[in-house]
């Protein structure tokens, strides 16, 4: 019914910076809001930043400053631009959006595979 796909994960040098792209696609009727998860290894999934409907923002305390969340409605795409990264930015970043579709009129969480991003010296 509904697949998240990301996109723009990769290596990147500390201080460098990558763009994760996230478009959602099937049977939508409404993003009511989206955000970016990340998990390191051996470490839980972490919120990194959502972003509603209407605009608002949030983001972690780690990534404030550094990280941007955008979106482009008429395209169903979310995307984080991550700058200054750091080591500790190392991890799967994943997609998710709370959406209702043609099937279901109440919002439900989707999540897509992730992606990974990788901070190296």
């Known amino acids: 019914q509904v697949q998240l796909t990301e996109s723009g994960g990769g290596l990147v040098q500390i201080g460098g910076s990558l763009r994760l792209s996230c478009t959602a696609s099937g049977s939508i009727v409404k993003i009511y809001a989206m955000g970016w998860y990340r998990q390191a290894p051996g470490k839980q999934r972490e919120l990194v930043a959502t972003?509603?409907?209407?605009?608002?923002?949030n983001y972690a305390n780690a990534v404030r400053g550094r990280f941007v969340i955008s979106t482009d409605n008429a395209k169903n795409t979310m995307y984080l631009q991550m700058n200054n990264l750091g080591p500790e930015d190392t991890a799967v970043y994943y997609c998710n959006a709370g959406l209702s579709t043609i099937y279901n009129q109440y919002a439900n969480e989707y999540w897509g595979e992730g992606t990974q991003v990788t901070v190296s010296s």
């Open positions: 972003i509603t409907s209407g605009g608002n923002t």
